[in-house]
């Protein structure tokens, strides 16, 4: 489940010192460009989706926001900015990675659709990537199972937030998950990572797991000032374990460390294109020549030239929410760079609010200490999650 990054050394801004954490302001400042894109594209995206528009239609959207946006923002870095993760449109019991390709099967959003957005964006190889659940064309609470993962995953999210910071690891925030899965007696999705962010690297090697298995552990680390992460949560109102059906994989990214000699002149040229368009982060097949990509990525993926990104399912019947947001640790306080997006209207039968272990963490400040002869930080308000 860990991939190797690309070198640091790909930085188009040449000022750029060797420091490449967040103590450096420049970097600070890349990492908060791509947020601030991110975040716009994100709200476009949502206000975008209606009931009875084609999925691919929706993803070619976002990632075309994000490219135009990218060229007329931090105009400093001239090229190496763009899409750090493609848009994603995810229905209902679909777990994650549909991105698909004009000439695949039409997939509709239907009203009352339970739907993840996934979408990402890098400036100079830092990216940043979110994921938001919506409920398409909703004009009255949503009650049931839908209510319940949705609550599940946004409490959850917002618990985890507050134990990103210095001295707790990440086993807290694996435990504060489950906490948050039983309250709203749903489970939380197997299989789910959540990774430090470095520069051209969104998965490095310190992960906090979403939910512990025999099979898939983590080593325990405790969290530090200076360091990025990208915050996955994703619940089920099934069983938890999602697996792949007959949904065609789009999304790859290029294993930095595996080189092979392609025979195929077509997997030779999108390779190619691949190396030169993206060489760190993920990307869907539409983006590549439209003529070769399908015959050309065979051949890639069978020599194990790129990573694959599986569209994976729960149950038929089942829901998944989702919240995914990258977080920086600062000095005196923990910085959620997405974000907040209008949240779905909600109406659980089960609540949080009784919970002491979740309440003693939800109450928890960002600010860790106050700074001296400064003015209060105003901060984005955060949007509360109505469960009446």
């Not at 790909?10 to 894109?37: G, M, R, T, W, Y």
């Not at 099967?105 to 996934?118: H, M, S």
């Not at 080189?259 to 060489?279: H, V």
């Not at 001296?372 to 105003?378: E, I, L």
Request: hydrophobic residues 35%; glycine residues 4%; charged residues 25%.
């Amino acid at each position: 489940f860990t991939r190797l990054c690309t070198p640091d050394m790909d930085i188009e801004d040449e000022e750029l010192d060797q420091n490449l954490d967040i103590s450096n302001p420049q970097v600070l400042d890349k990492f908060k460009a791509a947020a601030d894109i991110a975040n716009r594209v994100m709200v476009a995206v949502l206000e975008f989706i209606q009931p009875g528009q084609n999925v691919v239609e929706i993803c070619s959207h976002g990632d075309r926001l994000i490219e135009e946006v990218c060229q007329v923002s931090f105009k400093k870095v001239k090229k190496n900015k763009g899409i750090a993760f493609p848009t994603c449109i995810s229905i209902n019991n679909c777990a994650g990675h549909l991105s698909p390709l004009p000439e695949d099967p039409v997939v509709i959003v239907q009203q009352g659709d339970l739907v993840k957005v996934t979408l990402g964006v890098h400036i100079d190889g830092f990216p940043v990537v979110t994921s938001h659940s919506w409920i398409v064309g909703q004009t009255e609470p949503a009650t049931g199972k839908v209510s319940d993962v949705v609550c599940a995953a946004y409490y959850a999210s917002e618990c985890a937030l507050r134990l990103i910071r210095p001295g707790k690891t990440n086993t807290d925030v694996t435990n504060i998950i489950k906490k948050c899965a039983e309250a709203f007696q749903v489970q939380p999705l197997e299989g789910v990572l959540s990774h430090q962010v470095k520069h051209n690297c969104l998965d490095a090697n310190n992960v906090i797991i979403n939910r512990p298995d025999i099979d898939q552990q983590v080593e325990e680390f405790t969290f530090e000032v200076n360091q990025v992460y990208c915050i996955d949560i994703v619940m089920s109102t099934g069983e938890g374990k999602a697996k792949e059906v007959s949904t065609r994989t789009t999304v790859f990214k290029r294993a930095a460390d595996r080189n092979y000699s392609l025979k195929l002149q077509a997997s030779r040229q999108i390779l190619a294109e691949i190396n030169t368009k993206f060489p760190s982060h993920p990307f869907s097949l539409r983006s590549l020549d439209e003529k070769k990509r399908r015959m050309g990525i065979v051949d890639i993926v069978k020599h194990e030239l790129v990573d694959s990104y599986p569209v994976l399912y729960e149950k038929e019947g089942e829901y998944i929410a989702q919240f995914q947001f990258t977080v920086m640790i600062m000095p005196n306080s923990t910085v959620r760079l997405n974000g907040p997006f209008p949240l779905p209207h909600v109406s659980s039968q089960y609540s949080v609010d009784q919970n002491e272990e979740i309440q003693k963490v939800l109450q928890m400040n960002l600010q860790r200490k106050k700074k001296r002869n400064t003015k209060k930080p105003s901060g984005k308000a955060v949007e509360q999650m109505d469960t009446a």
